[in-house]
């Protein structure tokens, strides 16, 4: 329908106002980079000490790059990330969060019925040509936008972690998505310093398809007592020509979160090898061992966490 279509453009022209749902280390990250390249930010979470902790997290992570970017004027690297920050309101009210968003990003919790929940809600209170992105890892799309009256203006925004430094975005479309939908998505992706791929709503899209059984893999080579996790780190960083093995990889995204995907993927998919969860994963997250975040994965960080 035309009308649909007109506003879409519209929004095709200029994304500048965004809204990220889940202010958790990607969340946070999406807000981060979105701020920095001028746009205006809105990031909710459901209470305060979550959004300071956020903020804190921002603030430093800015530290740094203004460091890196502004080697030879650190007045103006202070400046940059002074309004990088000032571009970011940190609410908790999410119904008005997206009264003026052109694109709203989801980044809570890998729980379908949660997400959904939100964007209904989300659905009632934004204007019409507002565009609707998941940032999801491991659930399908189409899904998450079955209760919402938006399926053309709905896609995945797919960032990876630390979102900062990681160059890629993955931008998915389902079979509803319309083409200025996408379009105006990687135009956005684009303009926050990004390089975009295009994938389809399929399982874990292209990095995490190949990541997850990747790095389960490993947990089995160690779970059989064939090599431990320092050397299958050494082996692939000096092998393969990976920036961290798997097992470092692991603690930095957090190992609950790795196998809350596995697990999930297990469970829609249970007849295929491929996505059977090692006990060694389950066991160390049980134990609270769950990476940098709790100063223990599989490996122990002491204070440096
Ligand atoms: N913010 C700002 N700067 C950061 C940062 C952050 N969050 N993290 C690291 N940096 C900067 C450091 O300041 C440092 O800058 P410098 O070169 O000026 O000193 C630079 O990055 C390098 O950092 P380090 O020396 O500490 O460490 P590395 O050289 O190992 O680089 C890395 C860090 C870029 C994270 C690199 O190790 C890497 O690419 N690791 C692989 C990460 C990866 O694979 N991520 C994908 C995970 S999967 C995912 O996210 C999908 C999800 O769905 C689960």
Request: include cysteine.
């Amino acid at each position: 329908n035309s009308t649909r279509s007109l506003s879409t453009s519209a929004t095709l022209k200029a994304i500048q106002n965004v809204t990220v749902i889940g202010a958790g280390t990607m969340g946070a990250g999406i807000a981060q980079v979105s701020a920095a390249a001028g746009n205006n930010v809105r990031l909710v979470d459901v209470n305060d000490k979550v959004l300071d902790n956020s903020r804190k997290g921002i603030e430093t992570s800015l530290g740094r790059i203004a460091k890196k970017l502004f080697k030879d004027d650190p007045a103006k690297g202070t400046e940059f990330a002074k309004q990088a920050i000032e571009r970011i309101t940190f609410m908790t009210e999410r119904e008005k969060s997206v009264e003026t968003a052109d694109l709203v990003i989801e980044a809570i919790i890998e729980n379908l019925k949660l997400k959904q929940d939100l964007f209904a809600a989300l659905d009632a209170a934004a204007p019409q040509k507002t565009i609707f992105a998941s940032n999801t890892s491991s659930i399908p799309i189409n899904e998450i936008a079955q209760p919402t009256n938006r399926k053309d203006r709905f896609g995945g925004l797919h960032f990876f972690s630390p979102v900062p430094m990681m160059k890629l975005l993955e931008v998915i479309r389902t079979a509803e998505t319309s083409d200025e939908t996408y379009k105006a998505m990687d135009a956005w992706g684009k303009s926050i310093g990004k390089v975009t791929v295009s994938c389809k709503d399929t399982p874990g899209f292209i990095v995490n398809r190949l990541l997850i059984p990747y790095m389960t893999e490993a947990v089995r080579m160690v779970e059989r007592g064939d090599a431990t996790p320092q050397d299958v780190d050494l082996a692939m960083k000096l092998g393969a020509g990976y920036p961290m093995g798997p097992f470092e990889l692991s603690d930095a995204v957090g190992v609950d979160v790795g196998l809350f995907i596995a697990e999930g993927w297990e469970k829609r998919f249970p007849n295929d090898p491929t996505f059977k969860v090692p006990e060694l994963t389950r066991k160390l997250v049980k134990e609270g061992k769950l990476g940098r975040k709790s100063g223990e994965g599989w490996y122990k960080y002491g204070d440096k966490k």
